[in-house]
């Protein structure tokens, strides 16, 4: 089954509200087809894609994820990623920044996480928190950034620059697709309780979520000014209804079907002579095991 992707995807830049952007999500979809169906044939899919994409050996492709706290992140890789080749496959979890990372430019980290070319990259956090957090706690006041630079544009600034990098990404054959999982403050307090109340959850919880929670406000606008300032054909994000996890996973699934879809990555052709090369090495085998047979064949009579 595919899904119509348009009604999530912002590729443009303009203004975004999230009150336009469902948190719900799934109406019409039976969450047993979905599950028990639906998924799996997309990730078999996917499977088969990525072969493709590491043989090939060309193009990368970069999901960035990107949510407030708790709205499945981490749920969302595991179940998505699960029947991938581990080995094509490296994800990287992005946390404040280290005293090393502080001495560098944002964008160092990041390029250091990259994936390589045939794999599939995921970023848990990003560049993005450089605009998020940084933005909301005013992150780069106080930071090691000469004075002089922290103006006010400084966020349209990293909208630019980011814009700017993912092009250069796109144009060196790295395909950049960003998902932001957006659930309601509502069902991000259920999950959180959650993880309070059911003692095998507990490892989950952090008491800075809770925090990090009275600023809800503030990070929503920070996402709806990331939105519309870093959306673009090349590197599109996804608003992805994130309150039923299984409908979640699924969309984020066919959003990494698609792009991979569309890098459309081939086997690679054999030249005339690696084809003849491999004729040689065929013949080689085949006679060895001719050569073993006989050599069996004596032996036996020999008993
Ligand atoms: P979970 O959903 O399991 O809590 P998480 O991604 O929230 O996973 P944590 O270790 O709880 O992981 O949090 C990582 C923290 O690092 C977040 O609070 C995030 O805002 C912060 N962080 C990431 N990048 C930056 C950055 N560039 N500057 C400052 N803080 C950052
Ligand atoms: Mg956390």
């Not at 922290?150 to 620059?161: A, E």
Request: glycine share 6%; net charge negative.
């Amino acid at each position: 089954m595919s899904i119509d992707l348009k009604k999530y995807e912002i590729s443009d830049e303009g203004r975004v509200s999230l009150k336009d952007f469902e948190t719900e999500g799934g109406s019409g979809l039976s969450k047993k087809k979905t599950v028990n169906e639906h998924m799996p044939a997309n990730i078999k899919k996917m499977a088969d894609l990525q072969e493709r994409l590491y043989s090939e050996n060309r193009h990368a492709l970069l999901v960035v994820l990107q949510a407030m706290d708790a709205a499945g992140k981490d749920g969302t890789i595991k179940h998505v990623m699960t029947g991938l080749n581990p080995q094509g496959t490296q994800v990287v979890s992005f946390k404040a920044p280290s005293s090393e990372e502080l001495d560098h430019d944002y964008l160092w980290r990041i390029n250091k996480a990259l994936p390589r070319r045939g794999e599939i990259g995921i970023f848990n956090r990003s560049h993005y928190e450089d605009v998020l957090v940084a933005r909301v706690h005013d992150l780069v006041k106080g930071s090691q950034l000469p004075e002089e630079l922290v103006t006010p544009d400084i966020w349209k600034k990293r909208y630019r620059q980011i814009r700017d990098f993912e092009r250069y990404l796109s144009e060196n054959g790295v395909k950049v697709v960003k998902i932001f999982l957006h659930i309601s403050r509502d069902e991000q307090r259920r999950r959180l309780l959650d993880r309070i109340n059911q003692p095998e959850k507990n490892w989950k919880f952090n008491a800075g979520d809770i925090d990090e929670r009275r600023y809800w406000d503030q990070y929503q606008k920070a996402y709806e000014h990331l939105l519309g300032s870093t959306s673009t054909p090349e590197a599109p994000w996804y608003v992805v209804p994130a309150d039923k996890k299984w409908f979640a996973r699924y969309l984020v699934s066919e959003i990494v079907l698609k792009a991979l879809e569309e890098i459309d990555p081939q086997f690679p052709e054999l030249s005339e002579k690696e084809r003849a090369q491999l004729d040689e090495c065929r013949a080689i085998l085949e006679a060895d095991g001719e050569a073993n047979k006989e050599e069996q064949g004596e032996a036996a009579e020999k008993e």
